[in-house]
Nanobody, 114 residues
């Protein structure tokens, strides 16, 4: 079955960096686009970065120039490099894939606080 397992979250000060990873299994990774979502406390989940099977990247405006999404098709891994983190980046980060239905990981917590 499809599994997405996120890791790499933590607590950092504003301006710091984190690298999130999502290990994927149970589907043909190389043919699927993947997306990172962010859910702030009390708010709806929203997408922040996406990558197509061919590696084309898309970002929500608020993270452009700070976040970079990448994929390793040999390792079935998608990562999110997060630089210059801001307090509003705090929240849970989820990996998502659509493969006949929506699949989500369990999320990894990012806290940006001084």
């Amino acid at each position: 079955q499809v599994q997405l397992v996120e890791s790499g979250g933590g607590q950092v000060q504003p301006g710091g960096s984190l690298r999130l990873s999502c290990a994927a299994s149970g589907f043909k990774f190389i043919t699927h686009g993947l997306t990172w979502y962010h859910q702030s406390p009390g708010k709806e989940r929203e997408w922040v970065a996406a990558i197509t099977p061919g590696g084309r990247q898309q970002y929500i405006d608020s993270v452009k120039g700070r976040f970079t999404i990448s994929r390793d098709n040999d390792k079935n891994l998608v990562e999110l490099q997060m630089n210059n983190l801001k307090p509003e980046d705090t929240g849970l980060y989820y990996c998502h894939v659509f493969s006949d239905q929506d699949y989500w990981g369990q999320g990894t917590q990012v806290t940006v606080s001084s």
